[in-house]
């Protein structure tokens, strides 16, 4: 299994400004993805972070406004840009290979 | 992608009842996992199912893999409070290990 932690766990940040979610595997995974789940919710994919490489989005994200990093196979981060109230929610990063992934803790973000 | 329809939604029992949550999609899955999520905490992987037909157990849960894979079974008997969480399961695409879930079962073992 792998351990994965996540910084910061939660923030409250305004409208129009970007917050980075830093996600950290304690051993080398061959996937890394982000998701966003509302409270209480299911959750949806947003890309696959892809090592050295860009990111692969999920219908409905852009890299504009959800840029991603991997530069190696135990780090990313996802940045929420020129955020909105609607881009409150749970993010949740996740490492793994074919059948089995580990979640991280989430960031909880709430934009006024 | 794969749609995945997780039934039921919300599921209020009392302590010692046995209850079944199921996941069902049209596609085959080449695996399917379900996983245990609690308040302020990420999914938890509870088991991998592969194989038609496969049946594991995990203490009092007890999960089931279709013949065709195209459907998968929690079964958890004599529920317990600690048993409370959402209960989700998600497909794997075999091409690229991206995982579909479904909408999620909000369990609350009420004691």
């Known amino acids: 299994s792998a351990v994965i932690s996540q910084k910061p766990s939660r923030d409250i940040c305004q409208r129009g400004t970007s917050l980075t979610i830093q996600c950290q595997v304690d051993s080398q995974v061959t996937m890394m993805f982000w998701y966003r789940q509302q409270p209480g ?3 949806t994919l947003i890309a696959t972070a892809n090592q050295g ?3 692969t989005y999920e219908s409905g994200f852009v890299i504009d406004k959800f840029p991603i990093s991997r530069p190696n ?5 996802l940045t929420v840009s020129n955020m909105s ?3 409150s929610s749970i993010y949740l990063c ?6 089995e992934q580990f979640f991280g803790p989430g960031t909880r973000l709430t934009v006024l | 992608t794969q749609l995945l329809e997780q039934s039921p939604q919300f599921l209020s029992i009392q302590e010692g009842e046995n209850l079944t949550v199921y996941c069902n999609s049209s596609s085959v899955f080449s695996s399917l996992q379900w996983y245990r999520q609690e308040p302020g905490e990420g999914p938890v992987l509870l088991v991998t ?6 049946v594991k157990k995990l203490k009092r849960l007890t999960f089931q893999f279709g013949d065709a894979r195209k459907d998968s079974s929690l079964h958890i008997t004599a529920a317990q409070p600690g048993d409370t969480g959402l209960y989700l399961c ?3 695409d075999g091409s690229n290990y991206k995982l579909t879930f479904g909408k999620g079962t909000l369990l609350t073992v009420n004691p």
């Not at chain 2, 199912?49 to 496969?54: A, H, L, Y």
């Open chain 1, 41 to 43: 919710q299911s959750l």
């Open chain 1, 73 to 77: 196979l135990t780090f990313s981060t």
């Open chain 1, 53 to 55: 490489s860009e990111a």
């Open chain 2, 49 to 54: 199912v592969v194989t038609g037909g496969e």
């Open chain 2, 90 to 92: 998600a497909a794997a």
């Open chain 1, 94 to 99: 996740s490492g793994g290979g074919r059948n």
């Open chain 1, 85 to 87: 109230p609607e881009d």
